[in-house]
């Protein structure tokens, strides 16, 4: 890789951990960070659970998809989307082809792990968190490495140390200096 890329795209389930490393990634490297469904409440003045409630998930997925639309342009970005993003095929196109994708993967007991204390979520609010979770995850761990440029699993991990070694693969080596000895 020549350099940073203009823009970096992190994808994966609930609890991954996308807003957490993707804010402290975006601090290592100067850029810009943006949570989709944080400039979707911003957008509408109201939660997602309040959308949820009087658009349904379709309606969530419209407003989701403008913000994509309009954040993938962004030069110097790190963009957390939301873990069902990838479910419409404009937004998969948008962030394949408009920066580096990075699937923060994770498994479900991590995520039941990570969300338990999580009240805020519409697809959670099912009697067997564990099923939904699985359900979700069944449809889409393919979509997600579909577009994926890089795969890191987060399980166990800190995202201050996810953050650390992303931005170290991301950096380009220190080039060699121009007027060293050679033996």
Known sequence: MDGLPERIFLIGPMGAGKTTVGQRLAH??????????HEVEA????????IFEREGEA???????AVVADLTKTPRMVLATGGGAILLAENRQALQE????????TSVPEQLRRTRHS???PLLK??????RLHALLAVRDPLYREI?????????QQPRHVASRLAERLRPP???AANAETA
């Open 119 to 121: 009240h805020h979520r």
């Open 59 to 65: 309606g969530f997925r419209r407003r989701e998809a």
């Open 148 to 156: 994926a440029d890089w795969v890191v699993d987060t399980d166990g």
């Open 43 to 50: 957008r509408t003045g109201v939660d997602i659970a309040y």
């Open 174 to 176: 220190a080039e060699p």
């Open 126 to 131: 099912t009697p067997d968190r564990e099923a």
């Open 98 to 105: 408009r920066g580096l994708v990075i699937y923060l993967a």
């Open 28 to 37: 290592l490297l100067g850029y810009h960070f943006v949570d989709t469904d």
